[in-house]
């Protein structure tokens, strides 16, 4: 996709007459168009690699994108509801809601767990271990993890489903014909229920993530523990939550700062 609209952007130019001026009005161009920093990151490093390539085959004698400078992305502090909010939330699934018991449990389990949102989609109950209070979550990657889980399985709604499919279903939520409730529907019940307790439009199954994590390291959780739960490759990633909740920062520096 990005090679596509690099390509749009040259018009049928010759690759090897382009400058690094040239490249920079693209960075300009792509500017223009609105995108977020680190997509215009991820744009820049498209086309490094995709010159690289070339320079390789032998299409392009230099690499004029390696000079390209990316532009320093800014950490975003990432957005999350109050314990407050959150209690609403998963609270705001009625009896007149169709399936509402389903939606109580992915409301849950998104919050609950610090799932994404394809990770639930894609969760199958032979990774579902009530009993021990935990789930098996398949990250990026295919990357595994144990995650804790603490929601007590509604099977009223999730039997029938499955008794609408040809096949018994392997996938933990059902939509309505018994199939595996796509990543898009989730976004879609999560933004009517959002819609009802009146929080930001803005929040998605990332909040809840967000939230999940936030949630723990105000509570003293570890932020290794916190690292692990959330599938996080580097800690550095993680540690984006610990600029969110500014009590905790205070309540450490009080307990530890010898000035304090």
């Given at each position: 996709?990005?090679?596509?609209?690099?390509?749009?952007?040259?018009?049928?130019?010759?690759?090897?007459?382009?400058?690094?001026?040239?490249?920079?009005?693209?960075?300009?161009?792509?500017?223009?168009?609105?995108?977020?920093?680190?997509?215009?990151?991820?744009?820049?490093?498209?086309?490094?690699?995709?010159?690289?390539?070339?320079?390789?085959?032998?299409?392009?004698?230099?690499?004029?994108?390696?000079?390209?400078?990316?532009?320093?992305?800014?950490?975003?502090?990432?957005?999350?509801?109050?314990?407050?909010?959150?209690?609403?939330?998963?609270?705001?699934?009625?009896?007149?809601?169709?399936?509402?018991?389903?939606?109580?449990?992915?409301?849950?389990?998104?919050?609950?767990?610090?799932?994404r949102a394809s990770e639930l989609?894609?969760?199958?109950?032979?990774?579902?271990?009530?009993?021990?209070?935990?789930?098996?979550?398949?990250?990026?990657?295919?990357?595994?993890?144990?995650?804790?889980?603490?929601q007590e399985w509604l099977d009223?709604?999730?039997?029938?489903?499955?008794?609408?499919?040809?096949?018994?279903?392997?996938?933990?939520?059902?939509?309505?014909?018994?199939?595996?409730?796509?990543?898009?529907?989730?976004?879609?019940?999560?933004?009517?229920?959002?819609?009802?307790?009146?929080?930001?439009?803005?929040?998605?199954?990332?909040?809840?993530?967000h939230s999940f994590a936030t949630?723990?390291?105000?509570?003293?959780?570890?932020?290794?523990?916190?690292?692990?739960?959330?599938?996080?490759?580097?800690?550095?990633?993680?540690?984006?939550?610990?600029?969110?909740?500014?009590?905790?920062?205070?309540?450490?520096?009080?307990?530890?700062?010898?000035?304090?």
């Amino acid at each position: 996709r990005d090679l596509k609209r690099f390509l749009e952007w040259c018009a049928g130019r010759p690759l090897a007459e382009l400058t690094i001026q040239d490249l920079g009005d693209y960075a300009t161009w792509l500017h223009g168009h609105g995108f977020q920093p680190a997509t215009l990151a991820r744009h820049l490093v498209s086309l490094k690699v995709f010159f690289r390539y070339l320079q390789l085959e032998g299409v392009l004698t230099r690499n004029l994108a390696e000079l390209l400078g990316s532009q320093k992305l800014w950490q975003r502090v990432p957005q999350v509801l109050s314990p407050e909010q959150v209690d609403a939330l998963l609270g705001s699934p009625t009896p007149d809601d169709p399936f509402w018991r389903r939606d109580r449990a992915l409301l849950e389990l998104l919050y609950a767990t610090g799932c994404r949102a394809s990770e639930l989609s894609n969760l199958k109950m032979q990774d579902v271990h009530l009993d021990e209070g935990y789930c098996l979550c398949r990250g990026k990657g295919d990357k595994q993890r144990i995650v804790p889980l603490f929601q007590e399985w509604l099977d009223q709604e999730r039997e029938p489903l499955a008794a609408r499919a040809a096949e018994k279903p392997p996938w933990a939520l059902l939509s309505y014909r018994g199939r595996r409730l796509r990543r898009e529907r989730i976004w879609e019940l999560l933004k009517r229920y959002v819609r009802r307790i009146g929080v930001s439009p803005d929040v998605g199954p990332h909040t809840l993530r967000h939230s999940f994590a936030t949630h723990l390291l105000a509570g003293g959780a570890d932020l290794r523990q916190v690292q692990e739960m959330l599938g996080h490759a580097s800690i550095a990633t993680t540690q984006i939550y610990t600029h969110v909740d500014t009590s905790r920062l205070k309540a450490v520096h009080k307990k530890f700062h010898p000035r304090a």
